[in-house]
């Protein structure tokens, strides 16, 4: 996939879809490919790793410590974004209005997660933050949006005997933070914590960041969590490529060392070309964090643009067998990404479950 579909792949849609309108090319400045000369994503402007602070008992950490307990790998969901569009979501949309406007979609895609054994789904707020909504008018409703998002998932979660946990969906703001960009920490900080706010006043037993590509970007996301809440368990999971680096040059080796720092219950990799580029970034935390809880959740094969729309190759027969790799390698947390389905997911929850 070139870079132009890659940065349309991640720019507003869940996910990652391409939303069918023009994007303006993000990050792009400095070295070659745009990735950043070392350590100017990775290190420099990057917060120091500090010892996480443990966490005070709650409800959520008590389900999330139960759920790990049961030391067998835990299926999460898969796409949302996909199933949307098959529900007639139309490009450059924002999937978040659905919330309001087509609440039972959203509870209905759910269900057919949990119906295929996921223990962690998402809430549908992945561009939920004030700066993805001000572009289609909804930075007002963000705390609308972002509580009620919670409020469908966690009825769908009770309706089904209440095993499963409640992840509240952070993506990117869709900006780049300073100074490569104009986003400050600041600011960046205060957008996460109103979202999170709002996830958390629903009821969202973890908050789930992802599809970062930048370690500023991800570290202001876990502050603005940690403004609201000093004690919810946190997922963070970044994007790599081809390189096995993210967009902003990040490695997973640094990626696992900054985010562990910084407090990160799980740490990972999502969405990128598909598993085979994932599994190494997976081994390749292993190997330099082998006690942390790891996350793999992949896009259902290589994107392809077909009239403007993303086709994923890989079936679920494929993602199962991708599945069992992601546990070989270490992962303990796995699922899927943009393409997928809960056929998808059922088939790698088979083969998870074992004999």
Same mark, same amino acid.
């Given at each position: 996939?070139?870079?132009?579909?890659?940065?349309?792949?991640?720019?507003?849609?869940?996910?990652?879809?391409?939303?069918?309108?023009?994007?303006?090319?993000?990050?792009?400045?400095?070295?070659?490919?745009?990735?950043?000369?070392?350590?100017?994503?990775?290190?420099?402007?990057?917060?120091?790793?500090?010892?996480?602070?443990?966490?005070?008992?709650?409800?959520?950490?008590?389900?999330?410590?139960?759920? #790990?307990?049961?030391?067998?790998?835990?299926?999460?969901?898969?796409?949302?974004?996909?199933?949307?569009?098959?529900?007639?979501?139309?490009?450059?949309?924002?999937?978040?209005?659905?919330? /309001?406007?087509?609440?039972?979609?959203?509870?209905?895609?759910?269900?057919?997660?949990?119906?295929?054994?996921?223990?962690?789904?998402?809430?549908? %707020?992945?561009?939920?933050?004030? #700066?993805?909504? =001000?572009?289609?008018? #909804? =930075?007002?409703?963000?705390?609308?949006?972002?509580?009620?998002?919670? /409020?469908?998932?966690?009825?769908?979660?009770?309706?089904?005997?209440? %095993?499963?946990?409640?992840?509240?969906?952070?993506?990117? %703001?869709?900006?780049? +933070?300073?100074?490569?960009?104009?986003?400050?920490?600041?600011?960046?900080?205060?957008?996460?914590?109103?979202?999170?706010?709002?996830?958390?006043?629903?009821?969202?037993?973890? /908050?789930?960041?992802?599809?970062?590509?930048?370690?500023?970007?991800?570290?202001?996301? /876990?502050?603005?969590?940690?403004?609201?809440?000093?004690?919810?368990?946190?997922?963070?999971? +970044?994007?790599?490529?081809?390189?096995?680096?993210?967009? +902003?040059?990040?490695?997973?080796?640094?990626?696992?060392? %900054?985010?562990?720092?910084?407090?990160?219950?799980?740490?990972?990799?999502?969405?990128?070309?598909?598993?085979?580029? #994932?599994?190494?970034?997976?081994?390749?935390?292993?190997?330099?964090?082998?006690?942390?809880?790891?996350?793999?959740?992949?896009?259902?094969?290589?994107?392809?643009?077909?009239?403007?729309?993303?086709?994923?190759?890989?079936?679920?027969?494929?993602?199962?067998?991708?599945?069992?790799?992601?546990?070989?390698?270490?992962?303990?947390?796995?699922?899927?990404?943009?393409?997928?389905?809960?056929?998808?997911?059922?088939?790698?929850?088979?083969?998870?479950?074992?004999?």
């Amino acid at each position: 996939m070139t870079d132009e579909i890659q940065t349309a792949a991640s720019d507003d849609q869940p996910d990652g879809e391409p939303s069918g309108r023009p994007h303006r090319r993000r990050g792009r400045e400095g070295t070659e490919r745009g990735r950043p000369a070392p350590g100017e994503a990775a290190g420099m402007l990057a917060p120091a790793p500090r010892a996480p602070a443990p966490a005070v008992p709650s409800p959520a950490n008590a389900r999330w410590r139960a759920l #790990l307990a049961e030391g067998t790998p835990i299926l999460a969901d898969g796409a949302m974004g996909t199933m949307l569009f098959a529900a007639g979501l139309q490009f450059g949309d924002p999937p978040e209005a659905w919330n /309001i406007s087509r609440p039972e979609v959203i509870r209905r895609v759910h269900r057919g997660y949990l119906e295929a054994g996921s223990r962690i789904l998402m809430t549908n %707020t992945f561009g939920g933050n004030r #700066l993805r909504l =001000q572009l289609h008018g #909804l =930075q007002e409703h963000v705390a609308e949006l972002n509580r009620t998002a919670a /409020i469908l998932l966690r009825a769908e979660v009770d309706a089904a005997g209440g %095993t499963a946990l409640v992840a509240g969906d952070i993506g990117p %703001t869709g900006e780049i +933070m300073a100074p490569l960009g104009t986003l400050e920490e600041a600011e960046a900080v205060d957008v996460f914590a109103e979202q999170a706010a709002a996830l958390i006043a629903g009821g969202v037993d973890l /908050i789930w960041i992802e599809t970062m590509s930048h370690l500023s970007e991800i570290s202001a996301a /876990i502050s603005g969590v940690r403004r609201v809440s000093t004690d919810i368990p946190i997922i963070a999971t +970044m994007t790599f490529d081809t390189r096995g680096h993210t967009m +902003m040059g990040v490695s997973p080796e640094e990626a696992v060392a %900054t985010l562990a720092g910084l407090g990160a219950d799980a740490i990972g990799g999502n969405c990128g070309n598909g598993p085979d580029e #994932l599994l190494p970034v997976i081994e390749r935390m292993r190997a330099v964090a082998p006690e942390t809880i790891l996350v793999a959740k992949s896009n259902a094969g290589m994107p392809e643009l077909v009239d403007l729309q993303a086709v994923y190759r890989a079936d679920p027969a494929t993602m199962a067998g991708a599945a069992t790799e992601f546990q070989a390698a270490g992962a303990r947390i796995i699922g899927a990404c943009c393409g997928s389905t809960p056929q998808h997911l059922r088939a790698m929850g088979e083969v998870l479950a074992g004999p």
